[in-house]
């Protein structure tokens, strides 16, 4: 199984600063790797898919880059609502395997 | 627009069993690849079965937590996925969400509680 180690955990930021979210595959996923975005009470909500490709109406401040191993989503200019849960997925071969989250909070 | 809606979760005794239901549109449903995820009280997500098109066998995959006591189903003529559970375990509680991987990635179902207590 393909495990995914999503970093970190948490982190705190402030409303207008740049945020990085990491996850590493145990082995090469290609590109076929997601970015969920789930708040409290909701379903995941999704943000990217192929590693880089923005899901419609997502806003231009969440960018995914990676290939391989590696990837990376970042928020730029992190706003209130912003404030969740985001999870890596990789979902090229069975099973799919998840990040374990990363809990973005306010300062 | 791609809808999935899960229904049938409920609060189940360890030992007994539960079906699933998701139902789908939006999408052509007898292409797709359908699965199952689940969502522990803990948050952790955990890829659950999957089930291939007609022209790929109907075939099946599980995780290994489930394997043997869960059974994906589909039926294409109502655009429904199924998730038979059985001898479930307290560990099986979590939210049950219905995916469906389509060309711009998963997509997901409100997802359906499923509570394992005695």
């Known amino acids: 199984d393909t495990v995914m180690t999503q970093s970190p955990a948490s982190m705190s930021t402030s409303v207008g600063e740049r945020v990085t979210v990491n996850c590493k595959a145990s082995q090469s996923v290609g590109t076929v790797v997601a970015w969920f975005q789930q708040k409290p009470g909701q379903s995941p909500k999704r943000l990217i898919y192929l590693a880089t490709n923005r899901h419609t109406g997502v806003p231009d401040r969440f960018t995914g880059s990676g290939f391989g191993r590696d990837f990376t989503l970042t928020i730029s200019n992190v706003e209130a609502e912003d404030l969740a849960v985001y999870y890596c997925l990789q979902y090229g071969s069975i099973p799919y395997t998840f990040g374990a989250g990363t809990k973005l909070e306010l300062k | 627009e791609v809808q999935l809606v899960e229904t049938g979760g409920s609060l189940v005794q360890p030992g007994k069993s539960l079906k699933l239901t998701c139902a789908t549109s939006?999408?052509?449903?007898?292409?797709?690849?359908m699965h199952w995820v689940r969502q522990s009280p803990e948050k952790q997500l955990e890829w659950v079965a999957q089930?291939?098109?007609?022209?790929?066998?109907?075939?099946?995959y599980y995780a290994e937590s489930v394997k043997g006591r869960f059974t994906i189903s589909r039926d294409d003529s109502k655009s429904s996925v199924y998730l038979q559970m059985n001898s479930l375990k307290e560990e099986d509680t979590a939210i049950y969400y219905c995916?469906?991987?389509?060309?711009?990635?998963?997509?997901w179902g409100q997802g359906v509680m499923v509570t394992v207590s005695s």
């Open positions: 939006g999408f052509t449903f007898s292409n797709a690849w």
């Open positions: 995916t469906w991987r389509g060309p711009l990635g998963p997509y």
């Open positions: 089930i291939k098109a007609k022209s790929n066998n109907y075939a099946t």
